[in-house]
């Protein structure tokens, strides 16, 4: 049955209430697209903090995303001076999402691309949302899933190269689909 203009009106009434009532959110998402290693020449999707965190004020054509040492960024990092400027890839654990990105922020990171530490996980993302500190962090956080950060990892290793150099954030809307090269592992 197709509901007739009456009907349509109430649907559009009812439903920003029951989003109100529910918390319904859809999931924002960032590009970025990984330009070295080229056997990781793929766009990946990430998904920004809920509610602590920067935006991205300025498109990087050519940045690198440091994996940090030790990878859950809980404490002092032993490679900080190469993630200054720069963006910082993290593994989640440890400690909250907040004082992770805190620590790549005193370090003088740009931003941080936080990986799940469930390296099967390619198509669960996990809202990152503020912990009880109060604290406040001012660069971006995003959400990466587990089987990207892995794999990103694992061709850094593979390479021996101390970062990848990436172009964040993507536009994908500008980008044919045919032409959008997204990561072959990740369910979609």
Same mark, same amino acid.
């Given at each position: 049955m197709v509901p007739g203009a009456a009907g349509w009106c109430c649907l559009v009434l009812w439903l920003p209430a029951y989003v109100a009532a529910h918390g319904l959110r859809i999931h924002d998402y960032l590009y970025f697209q990984v330009l070295s290693p080229g056997d990781i020449r793929?766009? +990946?999707?990430?998904?920004? @903090?809920?509610?602590?965190?920067? *935006?991205?004020?300025? $498109? %990087?054509?050519?940045?690198?995303?440091?994996? @940090?040492?030790?990878?859950?960024?809980?404490g002092e990092l032993s490679n900080g001076f190469f993630i200054q400027d720069q963006i910082a890839l993290v593994e989640r654990g440890g400690c909250s999402f907040l004082s992770k990105t805190r620590v790549v922020q005193e370090h003088g990171g740009r931003a941080v691309i936080i990986s799940d530490n469930a390296v099967d996980n390619d198509s669960?993302?996990?809202?990152?949302?503020?912990?009880?500190?109060?604290?406040? @962090?001012? *660069?971006? @956080?995003?959400?990466?899933?587990? $089987?990207?950060? %892995?794999?990103? $990892? $694992?061709?850094?290793?593979?390479?021996?190269?101390?970062?990848?150099? *990436?172009?964040?954030?993507?536009?994908?809307?500008? *980008?044919?689909? +045919?032409?959008?090269?997204?990561?072959?592992?990740?369910?979609?």
């Open positions: 793929y766009i +990946f999707t990430a998904t920004p @903090a809920k509610d602590f965190g920067g *935006i991205f004020h300025t $498109r %990087y054509e050519q940045i690198h995303l440091v994996p @940090a040492e030790p990878s859950e960024a809980c669960f993302y996990v809202e990152m949302i503020q912990d009880s500190t109060q604290r406040t @962090a001012d *660069i971006p @956080a995003l959400f990466l899933l587990g $089987r990207d950060g %892995y794999m990103i $990892r $694992r061709s850094l290793e593979q390479h021996g190269l101390p970062w990848a150099i *990436i172009s964040i954030p993507v536009n994908v809307t500008s *980008i044919p689909t +045919f032409e959008l090269l997204q990561p072959p592992w990740t369910f979609w």
